[in-house]
């Protein structure tokens, strides 16, 4: 029986993937769950598993293609499939008859889905007399916070779906009418809207040179590294971006991780990191200055009362910032292990969409990388991200006033950059001391003092 080999719905506002590697070819058996093919978004990277054993007997897409959310990539025979001589897997059947025409069958599948009724991803929200488009979960969540009308906001998705940056750029386009009370304040229109960023200039596409020598590559980009740029130029454009300094002593960091690393990893099965210090650290002084914990929703300042830090990790397709939900709860081995995870899954592109949703705040470690300084770039709708750097030990002067001597220490600068339109420059810099007071004396983090 002939299987189709369908793209699979990957998030709720995700409508369009680009078909990565073919793990499989035309021909070859398979049995079910078996990786098939890498499904690209600009956010994650999935395999699509086989729906049954069988034969690949057609692939519709080339690795680079474009395609939707529901749209027939391949076609499979499915049948038992038996373990052959040199380890190759052939069905049991003598031959297995090529799906007839595919093309056909491929036309009418799409004619028929057009006919059908709306996808399920999105949720048809209907005013009476007035034709209102279909709404994700994600904008609706966004229109009930303002009190906002579906059919008042255009849409941008495919086939008319409301999304949620719809919502955040119909309210950045607004202004209060009046102040006061509790509630999101009513909106009214008082400019034209901005373009949304883009990455550079619109120009023709180049030529690329051929000349001996002097070979050049044009590859596409993949939709992480597409989404990635353009939430870097988002937070650029957006955002006052601006950042301040600050330096640790890891003395006492180093000796308790050093005293305490054998003990933990016995215990925990995990090694104990510096990262589960800062994530604590951070959680302490976001404790105390909670504008930087916060975001910008429209004209509202929406504060949060809780800590999901990202720490960004370097994946196999690029930069992935997965989230350690209410890292305030948690102790050092569980963040310890929790971030272990993210990164053996993020190297082995299995990171989940949902571990990529949301944050309050994130962390970056360009000191793996040997790094000595950088200024990050938040993450919006962010309001702050801490940059942790190499440890290089070098002279300082130690001790009171007047009775200083120089000795070698293990130093780290540290750098936070900060969304000035909500975060002070005195909030910003006292943050930063206090994340420098509990690493070097890590007993105030116990204490909280």
Known sequence: ????????????????????????????????????????????????????SGTITKLLLEQGAEAKVGDVIGYM??????????????????????????????????????????SPVGVSKQIPGRQDPRVMPAAQRLLDLYGIQAADVEASGPGGRLLKEDVERHVAWKRPMQGGGNGPAQMVSTSAPTPAPTLMP?????????????????????????????RLVQAQQTAALLTTFNE??????????????????????????????????????????????AEIVGTDILYKNYCDIGIAVGGGKGLVVPIIRNAERLSFAEIEQTITDYGVAARDNKIKLEDLTGGTFTITNGGVYGSMMSTPIINPPQSGVLGMHNIVRRPVAVGKPGQETVEVRPMMYIALTYDHRI???????????????????????????
């Open 77 to 118: 025979e499915e049948g038992d499939v038996a373990v052959g001589s040199g380890g190759d897997e052939k069905p049991v059947a003598d031959a297995v008859k090529e799906e007839p025409k595919l093309e056909e069958k491929k036309t009418e599948s799409v004619e028929a889905k057009d006919e059908a009724s709306p």
């Open 1 to 52: 029986m002939a299987v189709e080999l369908i793209v699979p719905e990957v998030g709720e506002s995700i409508t369009e993937v680009q078909i990565g590697q073919w793990m499989k070819k035309e021909g070859e058996g398979v049995s079910k769950d078996d990786p098939i093919v890498e499904i690209e978004t600009d956010k994650v990277t999935l395999e699509l598993p086989a729906p049954a």
């Open 202 to 230: 619109a120009t023709e596409k180049r030529e690329v040179s051929v000349e001996p020598g002097r070979e050049e590559e044009l590859v596409p980009m993949t939709p992480m590294r597409r989404r990635i740029a353009e």
């Open 248 to 293: 640790i002593d890891m003395t006492n960091v180093m000796a308790i991780r050093s005293q305490y690393k054998d003990a933990f990893l016995k215990k925990y099965e995990t090694k104990l990191g510096f990262m589960s210090f800062f994530v604590k650290a951070c959680v302490d002084a976001l404790k105390q200055y909670p504008a930087i914990n």
């Open 423 to 449: 975060v002070d420059g005195r909030e910003a810099v006292s943050f930063l001391i206090r994340i420098k007071e509990t690493l070097e004396e890590p007993a105030r983090m116990l204490m909280e003092i």
